[in-house]
């Protein structure tokens, strides 16, 4: 199966994550994406962890992601 149509093929969670922190920084994105992972105490360490759990939340990541990304 090919993944030529993913435009996140290849990219970890961490990498995203760590490339919208540096972008957007954790007050903007608690404000694009309403997590609490984002918005106390937030970390890359526990906000993967709750990403990786959460589906719904980490879809609205990836989808954040792309939409800076273009």
């Known amino acids: 199966m090919t993944q030529a ?3 996140l093929h290849g990219i ?5 994550l ?3 922190v540096d972008k957007l920084g954790w007050e903007e994105m608690g404000r694009a994406i309403d997590i609490k ?3 106390q ?4 360490k526990s906000s993967l962890k709750f990403l990786r ?3 719904w939340a980490r879809t609205k990541v ?3 992601y792309l939409q800076y990304k273009r």
């Open 53 to 55: 759990k959460t589906p």
């Open 12 to 16: 970890t969670l961490e990498a995203i």
């Open 62 to 64: 990836e989808d954040l």
């Open 18 to 20: 760590t490339e919208l």
């Open 5 to 7: 149509n993913n435009p």
């Open 41 to 44: 105490d937030p970390s890359i």
């Open 37 to 39: 992972c984002f918005r």
